[in-house]
């Protein structure tokens, strides 16, 4: 790969020039340039000339070029130019080349996707590195256009980079807390440390409302039940990522809150009417377009109520384009969900996706399962008139606005002493803590066995279920509610579910984590039902969804986390033990036990 830019990078860079003065990436870079007001398609001071030469930047791209900035893609190995070898096999066995830093030049990507599993995201430094090196393959090559660089950090229970990142509470734990201002600063402080990684677009927050408890992909990911509320946590998180220089991304659309598959594996359908789904699913994502917010991801379900075609939402015109784009009008980057996905590829074939998707109206083309058919697909139906090349041009145009808005033309890569500044600091670290000290939601305390007094050094016994943590590097919660209990004063000992029975005598209380117990007959009830037969006060834990509540025999106490990351157990030590007064609130009803709102405190 030549060591200079090509004489198109130079040119690229000379004309983004007005935009990108300030220069490097990083919270602070992101905050000059990113006001939280500023909506899509309103760059800085002189923003139509600018656009004037963003246009003729992409009239001077070839056609294989512009079709690149559409695609964004995984790519194997924690550097961008020596995987491991084992990941340079992967990639040359599914991308035909051996780094990711071929794989950008060789199809002239708009961005690049960090997944844990393809070995982006070891460690701070080290994610950092990488975004620099596939910045470089970038302007190296090509039309010399930054990439956008994405990652999935929800934060709980999907968190793609974990510690000694600062990891928050996640959606729902936020909702239970019912701040905005918490909303927001969580997603700022989250936002400056993907920013100093070289991370420029977050696909969060969920817009979501989670009104079906039997929902297996959204749940807790969702800020609640209440749309109104959700609208506000939702415009809060966008305001937050943005003025830290990061794209948020608003999704599902036009909704997954109310569906009872998963669409990794299937095809969901949504069966709310217009009118319900004006009243309920729309209300998040019209505060995320008045909030100004960069791009909206698109969901892989059927919604016959707003298209009868039986097309999924990511191909179909009359959602992305009469819904999203006329009737919210949204001007910013509409962003496919993953492409690999089963629900988008039920009804056609790989080839066909991507090009369906963009005549619907969509701009990002995300994570292809073969990113070499997709390219060719959209070049064929350029070629054969399906698609214009007005039409490329048009999401290409916007995926550039989107980048000149977050400083990437002519932005300085990120670096250690960034990284070091910024991703885990003592005062991002005790701002969690902080904001996780308010989500924790007491639903049951019948006898006053809470709080538990830490003074008297009580013997507890914590069992149950050990998650594994989403980021690979918290957990397992048992241990680390344990840990965080003794450190209060008492003295907690773990047991293995087989055991904690056998255990449980001469305990002042077992706690019990608890994770998605399904109706009816379960090891997780049984376990329970074997404990509370004991005698021993027995203190329910829900570290995911609060739904369990209704499905477990009555406990002593009742306590829902949302979250099994080690911020949300000691949030939950802190409150059993009365060392923070419990204030969170249920931000979903559990059917046939508590309401909206529930929460006791003492």
Known sequence: MPNHASRRTLLAAAALAAVTATGASGAAVGLRRAPDDRRPGDLAP?????????????????????????????????????????????????????????LVSRYHLGGVIYFAWAHNTRTPHQIAELSAGLQRAALETGGGIPLLLSTDQEHGIIARIGKPATLFPGAMALGALGSTADARRAARIAGAELAAMGIRQDYAPVADVNVNPANPVIGVRSFGADPDAVAALVAAQVRGYQGAGVAATAKHFPGHGDTETDSHVGLPVMRHTRAVWEELDEPPFRAAVEAGVDAVMTAHIVFPALDPSGDPATLSRPIVTGILRERLGFRGVVVTDALDMAGVRQKYGDDRVPVLALLAGCDQLLNPPDLGLAHRSVLAAVEAGELTQERIEESVLRILELKARRGLFGGAPPTAAEVDATVGIPEHLEAADAIAAGTTTVLANPAGLLPLD??????????????????????????????????????AAVATPDRAVAAAAGHAAVLVCTYNVPEGESPQRTLVAELVATGVPVIAVAVRNPYDAARLPACAAEVATYSWTDVEMRAAARVLTGAVRPSGRLPVPVPGRYPLGHGLTY
Do not use: I, W
């Open 454 to 491: 830490a003074s008297a050094g009580p013997r507890l016994l914590v069992t149950g279920t050990d998650p594994v943590s989403p980021s690979g590097t918290t957990g397992p919660p048992t241990t680390v509610l344990a840990r965080e209990l003794t450190a209060l004063g008492c003295k």
């Open 46 to 102: 002189g923003g139509p000339s600018t656009r004037a030469r963003l246009r003729r930047l992409v009239e001077g791209m070839s056609l294989a070029e512009k079709v690149g900035q559409l695609f964004v893609s995984r790519a194997y190995g924690h550097s961008a130019t020596d995987p491991d070898p084992a990941d340079a096999e992967r990639n040359q066995s599914l991308f035909g080349v051996r780094t990711a830093a071929e």
